[in-house]
């Protein structure tokens, strides 16, 4: 299974949105928390959950959705496992590179 990887360059920040393929277009609700992977920001290029690391080392903010995306910054040491949220069981975390 492969990941949507989608990259922003505003302002001189480089904002990396990842997810897991298959979780493109959903919704998920869990009490007053709502996550919405909508295709417009997430959807960009299908890639090997592998090449996160290339596209991480260069962001300066990231938001990831899903098993794939979130288990490889972690193993990156980009995300700690303890900071990241679960909502129906997906898991979502964000990064922000303090310079």
Known sequence: MKIYVKVYRVQGEILVAACDEELLGKTFTEGE?????????????????????????????????????????????????????HIQGVPHAQMAKLL
Do not use: M, S
């Open 33 to 85: 928390l709502k996550l919405e992977v909508k295709e417009r920001f997430y959807k960009g290029e299908l890639k090997d959950p592998e090449e996160l690391a290339r596209f991480l080392e260069e962001a300066t903010i990231a938001n990831l959705t899903g098993e794939r995306c979130v288990k490889k910054a972690i193993e990156l040491g980009y995300i700690d496992e303890k900071r990241v949220l």
